[in-house]
């Protein structure tokens, strides 16, 4: 158990509680904790480096890129866009016993179950409307023209969902000097309502994602994708006018070599999204990494890393809400040095 009184008010702000069981049966977890989907997703290798697609480039405030919903998370549950966040929520997760596994716990074929009344209720708020009447903090969605708003938003960020379920496999095995490292799952949930005079729905969420790992001889090579269909879109009304919605979806592809202390890699993420709701057409943006991890030491690693990320938009396309044009909005080139210890 957690509690928290950070805001200098002598408040608490913030509590948690985790508690689980474990045995012959598998592991039962309950509490404030990450769904399964988070902890064992399976995408292009990210081993090098600070992660690549996904590494430190997605922790704290990095501007345009972090707020590019094209980015559907390659796997469900969180990072750096709101459609499938929900890992910090009150949860029920099960994982089974490994299977064909001779008894060991790292290998062999696993499954996942996991429950959340409601994403957003964490900390010290449990939410048990269905309907967001607040407006604070919300806009609508897809910019564009559309009067429509979203039901993306709440504490913490993220669209607001309730029975949340989500199903998982999971699988590691060695076959003499070949590893194979896969896994899939679904994740759905029903989208909360909006009414600020005017209801709106928005449809459900349902997202799906499968990755695959092959390894031998220091090099490893893999991939994944993620489909998120239409969820947390406004579903068209007389409030909206008329919407073009296409599918939310990812793959990533990847591929790294170790030797001794050094791991070099590169890989690479292509999103796709609906861009602006009010405007015929998709968006779709790339992400690519390339990278290097030296350790120094027992402990001790220095990472270095190059990544480029482009967007492209609509061609009427105007301004994203943080005023980037049609061919700014998410372009950028980064550089990353990292340096970690461990002990």
Not at 84 to 90: H, M
Request: charged fraction near 15%; include cysteine.
């Amino acid at each position: 158990m957690r509690i928290r009184a950070s805001a200098h008010t002598g408040i608490i702000d913030a509590d948690q509680a985790y508690i689980f069981l474990r045995g012959s049966f598998g592991l039962v977890e309950m509490g404030t904790q990450y769904n399964p989907g988070i902890l064992y997703h399976v995408i292009a290798p990210a081993n090098f480096g600070t992660g690549g697609i996904d590494g430190d480039w997605a922790i704290g405030d990095v501007g345009w890129i972090q707020n590019q919903s094209t980015f559907l998370e390659p796997y469900p549950g969180g990072g750096y866009t709101i459609t499938t966040f929900v890992k910090n929520a009150n949860r029920i997760n099960y994982l089974t016993p490994r299977y064909f596994s001779d008894g060991d716990p790292q290998h062999g074929l696993m499954g996942t179950i996991s429950y959340a009344p409601a994403n957003r209720s964490v900390f010290t708020g449990v939410g048990r409307s269905r309907i967001i009447i607040d407006p604070t903090g919300n806009r609508p969605y897809g910019y564009g023209r559309t009067t429509a708003f979203s039901n993306c938003s709440g504490n913490p960020l993220g669209c607001n969902y309730h029975d949340i379920t989500e199903l998982g496999l999971h699988y590691d095995e060695t076959f003499r000097r070949v590893v194979v490292r896969g896994g899939a799952g679904r994740i759905g949930g029903s989208a909360d309502q909006v009414n600020f005079g005017t209801p709106q729905t928005f449809y459900d969420l349902s997202a799906w994602q499968a990755g695959l790992q092959v390894g031998t001889s220091g090099i490893l090579i893999g991939g994944s994708y993620a489909n998120a269909g239409r969820s947390a879109y406004p579903r068209e009304s007389a409030a909206t006018g008329q919407l073009y919605q296409d599918d939310q979806y990812t793959w990533t592809a990847g591929i790294s070599y170790q030797s001794g202390p050094a791991t070099i890699g590169f890989n690479y993420q292509y999103g796709h999204d609906a861009g602006d709701l009010t405007i015929p057409g998709a968006r779709t943006a790339a992400l690519y990494a390339a990278g290097l991890s030296y350790a120094l030491a027992q402990g001790l690693t220095t990472a270095v890393e190059y990544m480029r990320s482009t967007t492209r938009n609509e061609a009427g396309f105007v301004s994203d809400p943080l005023g980037f044009h049609r061919t700014g909005s998410g372009n950028a080139h980064l550089f990353l040095w990292k340096t970690g210890m461990t002990f």
